[in-house]
């Protein structure tokens, strides 16, 4: 559960939601070839238990109480890196300013694979 504040008063918003967002947000950002796992932990859950979901998207909240995403994400074969994860920390950062209003965060664009 993340709670954001703003001048109306406070916001609770589910990590599923967002995590639903983001993901749906960047699978649909151009040159992205899906999401990768995290952690070597989290490879080995996805492929033992693939109901279990996707776990290349962190949220947690940084000290200054703001939304801090971090992807990891792969990338198609000849397409600029630096573009795609400037496109895709952009298209993020406005759908979830977008989806909770005044919104604060940061996004972190980790390119772990290139896919042919």
């Known amino acids: 559960m993340i709670k954001l504040e703003n001048y109306i008063g406070n916001i ?3 990590d599923h939601y ?20 995290a952690t070597p932990l989290d490879s080995l859950i996805s492929r033992i238990f693939p109901q279990y979901g996707k776990r290349g998207i962190i949220l947690y ?8 995403i971090e992807l990891h ?18 298209k993020v950062k406005f759908a ?19 896919k042919s």
């Open 96 to 114: 979830v300013s977008q989806s909770v209003r005044n919104a604060e965060c940061r996004i972190n664009v980790f390119v772990d694979d290139i």
């Open 73 to 90: 994400i792969s990338v198609a074969y000849g397409i600029n890196i630096s573009t795609v994860a400037k496109s895709v920390a952009h």
């Open 61 to 68: 909240m940084d000290n200054r109480n703001r939304l801090v």
């Open 12 to 14: 609770f918003i589910t």
């Open 18 to 37: 967002l995590r639903e967002l983001v993901e749906y947000t960047v699978c649909n950002c151009f040159g992205v070839a899906g999401i990768c796992p």
